[in-house]
């Protein structure tokens, strides 16, 4: 019978009490199938969307476990080791285990990239019950001879599909070859595409699996819309829409690029809002920084990487744009879940190009339903949205030899447009700027 309560499963009192304190009292169902066979001490193979508690499902049967089976540190050791792909994941796991244990005796730490390493080293000197951690930075202590993963007794891949997308694959192999023969698995991901099963058979000891399908592919309570748009005019677009949000309201647009980030960022800036940027090239401290003032409210506008789509929880956030769509139709979820969190409503708007047209397409065919133009900024959309319509595909939307997706403005044959050529017959008779209809703070 699966557990309705918290107060159903065997977790320890000083757990218990953390749950009640933050007002948990009904597991999620990730939570309540997997808690469970974590306490019987079995591999676990799980498959949930982002956003379903997963955290929590691994972090509470190991704080019970650290609980009553507790042990003096070992240098450079830990106990438990959770490896996951971002640094913001890291700190959110790390937080959540504060929570859930505050009234649990236990060492943790973090290590990641774009900080110092000597803060690490010296944390790891007299060892650690939980150490959580991304691949490539623990790679490199595991090298230089400061961290020691020989005693690990629980070890959690996390968000495993996300980590593969970002070329981990042979870090986190090398990291699984450090660890003991003899000790507890936990393998998390939100797909199970073949390359993730054929890592979790390598890794899983006879495992048990629990896979929570998602009662839509993305969050119900998020209002998706889509404005079909040329490359030259998405930033006019955006003016329009971060003018239409409210005193208070926070907006998350997302760049496909580090680079596109940045200068996005500066003529947002230039246009008279604020924003700030986060992406990969961010040191630690900068991105920290950041996103605190994202959270507090004292900062309205986020351009973000597909960097911050796993792992940033911030409640109130009202409004996502899609600046360019994602590459990977996967992504798109993720990116809009981080509006329309915690029982709140929310909206997203993805500005789709004629070259991106086959990656909205692909968006659709993953989230199984048609996504409805933008109301209000009709003089924007282009005959793209006729032939989307009408099931056809822009003849700007390639793909190259590999097989992979072409966002550069290419026409038909391959060649590329000459700059003064529009970008399709609609555009040279597209309505005046002048007579769009607008709504300017």
């Known amino acids: 019978m699966t557990p309705t309560s918290f107060k159903d499963l065997a977790l320890c009192a000083p757990i218990q009490s953390a749950l009640e304190e933050q007002g948990y009292h009904t597991p999620s169902p990730i939570q309540a199938q997997s808690i469970p066979i974590l306490l019987k001490k079995r591999d ?72 110092g390493k000597n803060p690490q080293v010296k944390a790891m000197q007299k060892g650690v019950d939980v150490l959580v951690a991304c691949p490539g930075r623990l790679l490199d202590h595991i090298q230089e001879g400061s961290v020691d993963l020989s005693k690990v007794e629980f070890f959690i891949l996390d968000e495993v599909d996300r980590m593969l997308d970002m070329g981990f694959l042979r870090d986190v192999k090398k990291i699984i070859a450090e660890l003991p023969r003899k000790r507890q698995s936990l393998f998390f991901s939100a797909t199970l595409a073949p390359a993730i099963k054929e890592l979790a058979n390598s890794i899983l000891n006879q495992p048990e699996t629990v896979t929570i399908a998602p009662k839509t592919t993305t969050a119900e309570k998020v209002q998706q819309r889509v404005c079909f748009v040329s490359r030259d005019d998405k930033r006019e677009l955006l003016m329009d829409h971060l003018a239409e949000q409210a005193q208070g309201e926070l907006t998350i647009v997302f760049s496909r690029t580090k680079h596109g980030a940045d200068k996005l960022c500066r003529w947002i800036n230039q246009k008279g ?11 630690q401290p900068q991105r920290e920084r950041t996103l605190d003032k994202f959270k507090g409210g004292a900062l309205p506008i986020l351009v973000a990487t597909d960097v911050a789509a796993r792992g940033v929880d911030v409640r109130d956030v009202t409004l996502v744009i899609n600046f360019d769509l994602p590459n990977e139709s996967e992504a798109y979820v993720h990116r809009i879940g981080r509006t329309g969190r915690a029982d709140a409503s929310g909206h997203a708007v993805s500005y789709c190009s004629p070259e991106e047209h ?17 109301e209000g900024h009709y003089g924007f959309h282009q005959q793209l949205a006729d032939l989307h319509a009408r099931g056809l595909k822009s003849p700007e939307s390639t793909r190259d030899n590999g097989g992979k997706k072409n966002a550069g403005q290419r026409g038909q044959g391959g060649k590329r447009r ?9 555009s040279a008779n597209r309505t005046p700027r002048s007579r769009r209809r607008r709504r300017r703070r």
């Open 273 to 283: 809002f604020t924003a700030e940027a986060i992406h990969g090239n961010r040191s």
């Open 358 to 374: 086959e990656f909205f397409i692909d968006i659709e065919k993953l989230i199984k339903q048609r996504i409805p133009l933008e």
């Open 44 to 115: 676990l193979l799980g498959c949930a969307q982002t956003g379903t508690g997963k955290t929590a499902a691994f972090s509470l049967p190991i704080l019970n476990f650290l609980h009553e089976s507790p042990k003096s540190r070992q240098p450079r050791r830990a106990r438990v080791l959770v490896l996951t792909p971002t640094r913001e994941l890291a700190t959110q796991i790390a937080k959540s285990f504060e929570t859930y244990g505050k009234h649990i005796r236990f060492s943790k730490t973090l290590i990641f990239g774009g900080v």
């Open 418 to 426: 000459p700059q003064n050529q529009p970008a399709d017959a609609s």
